[in-house]
Every structure is written in structure tokens, then in C-alpha cells.
């Protein structure tokens, strides 16, 4: 719908307008065989419609139809164009005529609200825009993996509706986004990418830029199968062993091991910086700004963690960060430690793996030793919907230590084994309760 100019002429007149309007006009029903019947002419003309006062259908010399609408403000005579033919359906037509010309009953003039709508969508950011603002005000204060939202949206939403106005995209414009992903042999990605731009989306509404998001009833275009991979103690065994001889930096090595070690999640164990360090009271608090669920988290430190720790603080560069990037000012990225596991299977030796796969590990491994779930979610520092969720983390303390205290004895007793692991004689002698203080 747009304004348009009215008419050089009045032409055949209008049963709608200012009283000095002309009456000869011509008159159909509106049904598609009535408006398929007109002729264009040498000259633009108007039909008006039977029983649908103001509402027109504009004939030029071309042929093109468009519908009309003519109402009267203050005694002059004003246009709206609802749209051509026959591309806006008859029900179309009606539906917007019942709208404008409810307006001009009840006063207003449907031209200024219009044009009221289109500068305002005027002012609505492209989804580029969008996406700048919600890297920096969104993604970054709250999502560790900020960069990799930024990498997807650059990578495969941008190039296809980074240029869209927000309020122009609709649905299937996501799908076809979502299809090209999947044809190039990447369902996956497109699962993750449609998470992204779900978010994103979600943060204009929440910010009133949109009111409905596009996303809206989109499932995911790929099944997903559940990750279960975790290593076997004996797998934990050949890993610490080709670890030590793997062609790796040492800084990554440390990374790989300490992962192993605290069970904490890949981007919180590279970010690590010294003043998160006691080595007085062996323990590592992770602050709030870094966890996954917004909770500081108290991790205690085994022996062998602290013994990495001491290494990675002589070397720690002014920024603080034990992992610090060779590159830059800032810290190792997650990529780093997936890249060094792919790249060197052949020398591990073991079915493929992630890093995530080692936090499993731990959690898998530590039910076996009968350490209860609640306490392994503390270890971990997942989030607990409970009623009464909201504690001091230095609760559950005593738990945290004696488990990851077993996991390190369990860790290092598979780096030191030459044999085949008998899991069960070593639940037999490693058992949970026994690592609590009397």
C-alpha cells in the first residue's frame, strides 16, 4: 500500500470525495471476471465498485489495474493505492478497503497513518545492524561463545539477509537459509545457525525493535543424535600417555590435562587468569562473568592441578591469563584444544573424541564410583532449577573436594597402569566415601 497522486482529472468521476465531485462515473461488481472484463484505453481511467463506496480500480493505457481508494479530508479529495491486480486477491482488497475505510469513518485519513508506518519501519535496523547490536549488547556480556554466534551470522546469515530490514523477513526466508546450509552437506551447522538467528531475533523482540519473530514454529532441519562419547579408563590411560609425546605446545598440553583434571568447561579452563588462583587454599573460583550459568564457582585443585598451575604462573604474561594467545592480548580460544585432538587421533590412537568428551568422562566415570548426581552437578556446575538453588559457593565444598579428589587419584592411577584396567578392583579400593574428613 502506498500514497499516491491523485488524478490529473476527475476522469469519470466518483460516488466518494468533496461535494464538487463529478457523478457520471462507472460502476461494476467486484469479482474477478468484472475486473478481468476492463479495457485499458489512450487514457488512465477509474471503475468505481458497486455497493463499496471510494473503492476504484485505476486502468492505464498499459493495461496495469491497480485498486483505489478515495476519500474526502476537510472538503479535498485524497488517494490511497491498495495495490495491482491481479497479484492482490479480491479478499485482500476487501479486507484492507474494510480497514481504510473504517479509519475515514471514524476520522482519521489512512494516509497519515501509512505513511506514519513507513517511517517508522524506515527507522528499523537490517538484520547487519541487528546483529552488530547483538553481538556487543547481548551476546558478549552473556555468552561465553560470543564468537562463535558472530562467526555463524557472518558466515551464512549476513551474505543472505544481512541487507533485509528486520520487519521484512519472513519465515520462508529463513528456511531457504537453513536449506542452502543443509545442501551444501552441513545439517548440523544449520541447527546451530538457526539457534543463533532464533536468539537474535528473540533479543529484538525483547528490545521492541520486532514484535514477532520469523523463527516462530521453525524446528530444527536436522535430527540431532545425543552425545554420549566418554573415554574408558583404559582409554584415559593411552590419552595421559600419547599426551605427554604428542606434537603439541606445551601450553596446549597443560590446557588438555587440566581439562581433564577440574572437569570444567573448555572456554572457563582457558580463560583462567591468576588472580582466580589461591594456591594457599587450592582452589580456583570461576567469577560469574565467566561461568555458563552467570554463578561464581568455587573449584577445588588437586595436586596434580596445582603442579600445572605453578608451571603456567611463571610463564603468565602482564595480561594474567595462564592460557595467553601468542596472537594477541587475549587468551587460548576453545578451537584450539578441538584442533589439537582432531589433528593428532592417529597419535591418541582412540576412538574419536571432543574436549567436551573429557567433562563427560568425569561425570560417566564418577557415577561408577558411586559418587551421587547431585554432587557430580556441583562439580560440574550445572545449573539446579531446585527450590532453595540459590547458595554460597562454598557450599557442598566437602563434596566438590572429595570428588574431584577421587578423579585425580582415578586420573592418575590410569596415567601410571602398564595393564589392562580391572574397574571393578579399583572401585574396590578408590571409594567416594572414603575421601571425606572424619
Not at 10 to 16: E, L, T
Request: charged share 25%; proline share 5%.
Amino acid at each position: 500500500m502506498h500514497h499516491s497522486k491523485p488524478p490529473s482529472k476527475p476522469h469519470s468521476g466518483s460516488p466518494s470525495g468533496s461535494p464538487k465531485t463529478k457523478t457520471n462515473a462507472t460502476h461494476i461488481v467486484l469479482t474477478d471476471k468484472g475486473i478481468k472484463s476492463l479495457q485499458p484505453t489512450d487514457k488512465r481511467r477509474i471503475v468505481w465498485m458497486q455497493g463499496l463506496v471510494g473503492l476504484g480500480i485505476r486502468i492505464t493505457p498499459k493495461g496495469t489495474k491497480s485498486f483505489v481508494y478515495k476519500y474526502d479530508v476537510e472538503g479535498q479529495d485524497k488517494w490511497l493505492t491498495l495495490g495491482q491486480y491481479p497479484k492482490l486477491k479480491i479478499h485482500e482488497v476487501l479486507s484492507k478497503y474494510a480497514e481504510v475505510h473504517e479509519k475515514t469513518q471514524a476520522g482519521e485519513d489512512p494516509c497519515e497513518t501509512h505513511i506514519n508506518k513507513q517511517q517508522e519501519a524506515f527507522g528499523l535496523p537490517t538484520v547487519k545492524q541487528l546483529s552488530e547490536e547483538y553481538i556487543e549488547r547481548y551476546a558478549k556480556p552473556h555468552k561465553s561463545t560470543w564468537k562463535q554466534d558472530s562467526r555463524i551470522l557472518q558466515h551464512d546469515v549476513l551474505p543472505n539477509i544481512g541487507t533485509l530490514k528486520v520487519h521484512r523477513v519472513k519465515r520462508n526466508d529463513v528456511l531457504n537459509l537453513l536449506d542452502l546450509i543443509v545442501a551444501r552437506g552441513a545439517p548440523i551447522q544449520a541447527n546451530r545457525t538457526l539457534a543463533v538467528i532464533r536468539r537474535m531475533f528473540n533479543y529484538a523482540i525483547d528490545r521492541d525493535i520486532l514484535e514477532v519473530s520469523p523463527c516462530s514454529r521453525i524446528k530444527p532441519p536436522s535430527p540431532e543424535k545425543p552425545k554420549d562419547r566418554y573415554l574408558s579408563l583404559d582409554e584415559i590411560s593411552i590419552f595421559c600417555k600419547q599426551l605427554d609425546i604428542a606434537p603439541l605446545h606445551k601450553k596446549t598440553k597443560f590446557a588438555l590435562k587440566l581439562l581433564l583434571l577440574t572437569l570444567q568447561r573448555a572456554g572457563e579452563v582457558l580463560g583462567i587468569t591468576a588472580s582466580e588462583i589461591n594456591l594457599t587454599n587450592a582452589t580456583w573460583i570461576i567469577p560469574k562473568e565467566r561461568s555458563k550459568n552467570g554463578r561464581a564457582h568455587l573449584v577445588p585443585l588437586s595436586e596434580p592441578a596445582i603442579k600445572i598451575i605453578e608451571e603456567l604462573l611463571l610463564e603468565t604474561k602482564d595480561n594474567g591469563y595462564l592460557f595467553s594467545s601468542e596472537r594477541g592480548t587475549g587468551h587460548y580460544g576453545s578451537a584450539v584444544l578441538s584442533t589439537a585432538i582432531a589433528r593428532n587421533l592417529d597419535i591418541f590412537n582412540i576412538e574419536k573424541f571432543t574436549p567436551h568428551d573429557l567433562r563427560r568422562t568425569g561425570s560417566t566415570l564418577l557415577a561408577a564410583f558411586k559418587v551421587p548426581r547431585f554432587d557430580r552437578e556441583r562439580i560440574l556446575n550445572h545449573t539446579d532449577n531446585t527450590i532453595g538453588s540459590v547458595y554460597d559457593i562454598h557450599d557442598y565444598q566437602d563434596e566438590k573436594i572429595a570428588g574431584l579428589t577421587l578423579w585425580s587419584d582415578i586420573v592418575s592411577y590410569c596415567e601410571q597402569s602398564h595393564d589392562v584396567i580391572d574397574q571393578r578392583h579399583l572401585q574396590k579400593s578408590l571409594k567416594y566415601r572414603n575421601y571425606f574428613d572424619d
